[in-house]
């Protein structure tokens, strides 16, 4: 190879990496979330006594939670550069014509600096009540399901996939533009 398409393949193949990072990190997320929904589908076990079932729904909130920050920051560290010259998805890019998806990513991208990344309190997800008792407050905190409710995961699934093919296009771009300049072709694939 001249050094003239040594420093294309070298600079290509450089960008090629980080959009497959890019692409990996959104399947990280949508086998996440299809965790999730294949979670939601176990029915509960019968005849649990009340403390059985309590530690029951506490664990079913816990592995939601960790599975919902795991896909949330997956997905979100897709749109933020983390280094010089690094690549990142825009979202008015991915969600072009799609105002709806820019809001709801928008949503997510706040809940997830404020909630998961910097852990800041917030009334999203506390409630505080006294049931009008003069000497007692109520703390309800709630893990994510309040931030996260489940019905959205269905509209950020859609999103995954959508990121997914644009991720896909982003990185076949760049391998045409290498073939066309080099001649040489260039392939890939998720083992």
């Keep these: 190879m001249s050094p003239e398409y040594q420093k294309i393949f070298d600079q290509t193949l450089i960008d090629i990496k980080k959009q497959i990072s890019i692409s990996r990190r959104l399947r990280v997320s949508s086998s996440a979330c299809f965790k999730i929904f294949e979670d939601a589908l176990i029915p509960k076990p019968e005849n649990m006594e009340e403390e059985e079932e309590q ?43 799609m105002p709806e998806y820019q809001k709801i990513h928008q949503k997510i991208y706040d809940a997830r600096n404020k909630f998961i ?15 009008d008792e003069k000497n007692h407050i109520h703390l309800s905190i709630y893990f994510i399901n309040k931030v996260f409710p489940k019905d959205w995961l269905y509209d950020f699934h859609k999103m995954l996939e959508i990121n997914i093919k644009y991720s896909e296009k982003m990185i076949k771009k760049n391998t045409d533009r290498f073939h066309k300049l080099t001649g040489i072709t260039l392939s890939y694939e998720f083992v």
């Design 117 to 131: 990344g910097h852990n800041e309190p917030g009334d999203d997800y506390i409630d505080i009540s006294n049931n």
């Design 55 to 97: 530690e029951y729904k506490y664990k079913k909130q816990m592995d939601y939670t960790v599975l919902t920050e795991s896909m949330v920051t997956s997905y979100i560290s897709c749109y933020n550069k983390v280094e010089k010259n690094g690549i990142s998805l825009n979202p008015n890019k991915v969600y072009s014509n």
